[in-house]
């Protein structure tokens, strides 16, 4: 089989490259997705996630382990993403986040024309539809269905209240290029009768809908062992289906869309990489690029609990039981109630110090317990609020265990191997803790959880935070974008050295945004298709 374009990955940037390409009909356009499809109601019904965000039996979820973290305690961390069309879109929180403008400002700083602030709102205004409408930040025509929450719990208005309480501002947008204060997500769901309430992942809102183009052929559970070339130009992908090995060429260009993980290891599996990481697995050199894997930067998280006494929320018992029995009733009728949460339904950026420029940490409120990625379960009903330090110092890198192309990738963040993300974490956790003991929260307040107690020293807050702490699933940076010589994609996200072979996903962010990577990821994917195609970057109206 031959195409134009041969796209590895149908993730977030995957499903929306393909079908941005694919609105040229004398373009033909391959994509090759390892897992299945994106239709089932485990990833329709948003409050699903909790069954797939565990990873038993690797359902729609690659359920990655990182290598032992020292900064942990040795634990092992674990890394979710999603395997099927869709990608982590399919199974994440759906939570509509861009970050702060001055984190595309960074990027251009570095070097990376074309990626400023102003040169990127274009992009994340023409993906979305936003049931407010269009304005000078936001657009109403895109395939992203953007939408306010459709029923968030009293207890999230209780948070905001308590927040507000703390002296802490009032945001009604996140999305406008300044994020500081307190408010409510808005998320990536459907807000039209047809789907409303359902969730919209990169799949459902860009790709299902030009599935029957002539020239557009997607093949599922084709998972890709390696990038063929003929001499220094990329020209079609290998890839096994089943117990079959196939390959498929590309007569333009093979694009990596397989994310922060897949990506830098199926360049190493492909011989692109740094000698000392790839002969020892008995894979022949074809490019030796030193920052493949490298730079890879991520959210660690840290969870305050309690228990509560309000059942209006999700848990483990009779009454929720039957509560949950009647939302679902809800859900399938009119797309409304508990099963269309998100969970994660109160939002906050705030600064642990006022002389800050910027937010530096993060907070998810959760209408539940979390324990250990859902994987522990608490009886009875309660609330948690995640902590994240937004720009992490520390550095990790993605490797290959193994020159098996089945095999797991190696994952090893680093975290808290730069001392100043334990300290941002600590005094974001004091932050939290304040407000989730202000007044507005008293009645929901019940038992606090996971040993955290009044006037903690920071040594105590330190062995928790070892104890507990992981990813909140932001990983980036293993392929980044720059002009340096670590640098393993040009600011056209062409992979330097090489012909015909470009990265487009999570893994070109030369430094993580602060907050959620999802829409960035999107956006990624929308400028990178006028890239390709030599369109000229539409101008921001601001």
């Known amino acids: 089989m031959s195409f134009d374009y041969v796209i590895v990955g149908g993730g977030s940037a995957g499903s929306t490259l393909a079908a941005r390409l694919s609105e040229d009909p004398d373009v033909r356009v391959c994509l090759l997705e390892a897992g299945g499809g994106g239709t089932n109601i485990l990833l329709r019904a948003p409050a699903a996630v909790v069954a797939v965000l565990p990873g038993y039996g690797k359902l729609f979820n690659w359920a990655y382990n990182t290598l032992p973290q020292p900064g942990l305690n040795g634990r092992r961390g674990y890394q979710p993403r999603g395997r099927v069309l869709g990608g982590s879109s399919a199974?994440?929180?759906?939570?509509?986040?861009?970050?702060?403008?001055?984190?595309?400002?960074?990027?251009?700083?570095?070097?990376?024309?074309?990626?400023?602030?102003?040169?990127?709102?274009?992009?994340?205004?023409?993906?979305?539809?936003?049931?407010?409408?269009?304005?000078?930040?936001?657009?109403?025509?895109?395939?992203?269905?953007?939408?306010?929450?459709?029923?968030?719990?009293?207890?999230?208005?209780?948070?905001?209240?308590?927040?507000?309480?703390?002296?802490?501002?009032?945001?009604?947008?996140?999305?406008?290029?300044?994020?500081?204060?307190?408010?409510?997500?808005?998320?990536?769901?459907?807000?039209?009768?047809?789907?409303?309430?359902?969730?919209?992942?990169?799949?459902?809102?860009?790709?299902?809908?030009?599935?029957?183009?002539?020239?557009?052929?997607?093949?599922?559970?084709?998972?890709?062992?390696?990038?063929?070339?003929?001499?220094?130009?990329?020209?079609?992908?290998?890839?096994?289906?089943?117990?079959?090995?196939?390959?498929?060429?590309?007569?333009?260009?093979?694009?990596?869309?397989?994310?922060?993980?897949?990506?830098?290891?199926?360049?190493?599996?492909?011989?692109?990489?740094?000698?000392?990481?790839?002969?020892?697995?008995?894979?022949?050199?074809?490019?030796?690029?030193?920052?493949?894997?490298?730079?890879?930067?991520?959210?660690?998280?840290?969870?305050?609990?309690?228990?509560?006494?309000?059942?209006?929320?999700?848990?483990?018992?009779?009454?929720?039981?039957?509560?949950?029995?009647?939302?679902?009733?809800?859900?399938?009728?009119?797309?409304?109630?508990?099963?269309?949460?998100?969970?994660?339904?109160?939002?906050?950026?705030?600064?642990?110090?006022?002389?800050?420029?910027?937010?530096?940490?993060?907070?998810?409120?959760?209408?539940?317990?979390?324990?250990?990625?859902?994987?522990?379960?608490?009886?009875?009903?309660?609330?948690?609020?995640?902590?994240?330090?937004?720009?992490?110092?520390?550095?990790?890198?993605?490797?290959?265990?193994?020159?098996?192309p089945m095999a797991e990738p190696g994952i090893d963040p680093k975290f808290l191997s730069d001392p100043r993300d334990l300290e941002t974490t600590i005094k974001g956790a004091k932050v939290t803790r304040d407000i989730l003991n202000a007044p507005a929260l008293e009645a929901f307040r019940h038992k606090e959880l996971f040993g955290i107690k009044n006037d903690m020293t920071d040594a105590e807050w330190e062995e928790n935070i070892r104890r507990r702490a992981d990813t909140i699933y932001h990983p980036v940076g293993t392929c980044k974008m720059g002009v340096d010589d670590m640098a393993v994609v040009d600011p056209e996200l062409r992979v330097r050295g090489l012909d015909a072979l470009r990265v487009v996903d999570a893994s070109v962010m030369p430094t993580l945004i602060g907050g959620n990577t999802n829409a960035p990821t999107i956006m990624i994917s929308e400028k990178a298709a006028d890239m390709i195609r030599g369109i000229k970057a539409p101008v921001t109206s601001v």
């Open 91 to 404: 199974i994440n929180a759906m939570l509509y986040i861009r970050g702060h403008k001055t984190d595309y400002d960074d990027w251009a700083n570095l070097g990376n024309d074309g990626w400023s602030w102003d040169e990127v709102l274009p992009y994340f205004c023409r993906s979305e539809n936003n049931q407010r409408g269009a304005d000078a930040f936001h657009g109403n025509a895109g395939p992203l269905q953007v939408s306010d929450q459709k029923e968030p719990r009293p207890i999230t208005h209780a948070f905001v209240k308590a927040a507000t309480q703390m002296q802490h501002r009032m945001r009604e947008d996140f999305n406008t290029g300044e994020n500081e204060g307190v408010g409510l997500f808005q998320v990536t769901q459907f807000h039209r009768q047809a789907k409303n309430g359902e969730r919209c992942s990169a799949a459902t809102g860009y790709l299902f809908p030009a599935m029957d183009r002539p020239n557009l052929q997607v093949i599922t559970r084709a998972h890709a062992t390696k990038i063929l070339f003929e001499g220094k130009r990329a020209t079609g992908v290998a890839y096994r289906q089943g117990k079959f090995d196939k390959t498929v060429m590309a007569a333009r260009e093979v694009i990596l869309c397989g994310g922060t993980f897949n990506s830098p290891q199926l360049l190493q599996l492909s011989g692109i990489g740094r000698p000392e990481d790839i002969r020892q697995h008995g894979i022949e050199m074809v490019h030796e690029l030193p920052g493949v894997g490298q730079n890879l930067q991520d959210h660690l998280d840290f969870i305050l609990g309690y228990k509560s006494k309000d059942k209006d929320n999700f848990g483990i018992g009779l009454a929720g039981s039957i509560n949950l029995t009647k939302h679902i009733l809800r859900w399938r009728k009119s797309g409304t109630g508990m099963v269309a949460t998100p969970f994660a339904e109160g939002a906050a950026f705030l600064k642990t110090d006022p002389s800050l420029n910027r937010p530096d940490i993060q907070l998810h409120f959760v209408i539940s317990i979390i324990d250990n990625h859902a994987k522990r379960l608490h009886l009875g009903y309660g609330f948690s609020c995640h902590i994240c330090a937004l720009r992490p110092f520390s550095r990790g890198e993605v490797f290959l265990q193994s020159g098996d």
